[in-house]
Structures are given as C-alpha cells and as structure tokens.
C-alpha cells in the first residue's frame, strides 16, 4: 500500500518545521522531531492514537507501552520502551508513552525511519562525550542530575558514565570529588529507603 498521506502536504509540513527549529538533521538524511510538533501532525492529519500499559516495574526504571494510531481507517501499531539502558528521566511510563504515540504517528505518515521523535533519542546529557576534558563546573549538573534520578539503576548509569571525569577530579580537586561521591550516597539511601 501506498502512502496514505498526501506527500506535498507533508512534505511542506516537514520542511517548515526543519526551518522554524521543530526538527533537525541528527544524521546523514535522517531527522528528530520534537514531541508537539508530532502532536501538531497528529491533530492536522487527524490521526487518533490510543496508548496502552504494557509492561510497568517502576522500581526497576522499566516500561513498555503498545500505542495504536488509527489514520483514514488504518491501525498501525507499535511500542514505546524505557529502561535505565535508554532512560533518565524520572517518569518513565509518560516517556513510554510519549515514545510509542510519536512511533504510532510517524509510522501512520510514513515517516518513520527518517524521523524520529526526540523522545526516542539519547538523552544529550547521556553523551559520553561530556567527558572529554575535566570541566570543573560539570559538577553541579552532575549534582542536579543525582537529585533529579528516580532509581537505583539509573543511579549506577550515572556514576558510571563520568567515572573517568570523577576519577580526574578526584586527583585535581577533592574538594568537589567528595562532594559528588556524598552526593550519589546519600541518594543511594534515600533510593533504597534508608
């Protein structure tokens, strides 16, 4: 089956988002679209999305949301996934959501596999790359992240990305290393309840 959209139209659509900032390139042809443009889509092409509850562990970060988009008659269907492997913000269920409706969107335009809601990409905070160097400000983002962190896995996530930067501030300024490493402990009990 064709596309079930009238390409000029979306194909406008997409083009005055790429210029008004409500998507980007993110690779060779592929793009990112925020969450409320894909919202905007949705209510402009009347496409209905339904989301239900798959899989919920809250205490372990984990979720899964089935999302079905009824467009002209057809259902399309997809998941929505978060787990601390792909997740760090602290409410997983509506990010599964988000993830699975976008998914259902995209795919009902067809879309998706070019672009890809923001929601489904790596949190930019997550990139390895922030530790690069020793910036000794990254210390209160790294505070604020430990404050902001619902579970223990996400947690351990943390920790892990920026051993290497922990490691070099610890040498260059104790100080502030302790102070994180208090941090991530006293988040740790309040996580587990103690």
């Known amino acids: 089956m064709g596309k079930v959209v009238d390409i000029k139209n979306i194909n406008t659509d997409l083009a005055s ?13 592929k793009f990112a679209i925020k969450h409320f443009e894909i919202e905007k889509l949705a209510d402009k092409y009347q496409i209905e999305v339904e989301p239900f509850l798959q899989s919920c562990n809250l205490e372990k970060g984990c979720v899964v949301v089935k999302a079905v988009a009824i467009f002209k008659g057809k259902k399309y269907i997809t998941f929505g996934e978060v787990s601390p492997l792909n997740n760090d913000y602290m409410y997983p269920v509506a990010v599964a959501e988000k993830r699975a409706a976008d998914r259902a969107i995209l ?88």
């Open 17 to 29: 988002l790429r210029s008004n900032g409500g998507m980007w390139q993110i690779d060779n042809g």
């Open 107 to 194: 795919k009902a335009l067809g879309i998706h596999g070019q672009v890809y809601s923001n929601e489904e990409l790596p949190n930019l905070k997550n990139n390895n790359n922030e530790n690069v160097g020793l910036d000794l400000n990254k210390k209160s983002i790294i505070l604020e992240r430990i404050k902001n962190i619902a579970s223990q896995a996400n947690l351990d996530q943390l920790a892990s990305q920026n051993k290497k930067y922990l490691t070099e501030l610890k040498t260059k300024d104790s100080k502030k290393f302790d102070e994180i490493v208090k941090a991530f402990k006293d988040r740790k009990q309040q996580l587990i309840g103690g």
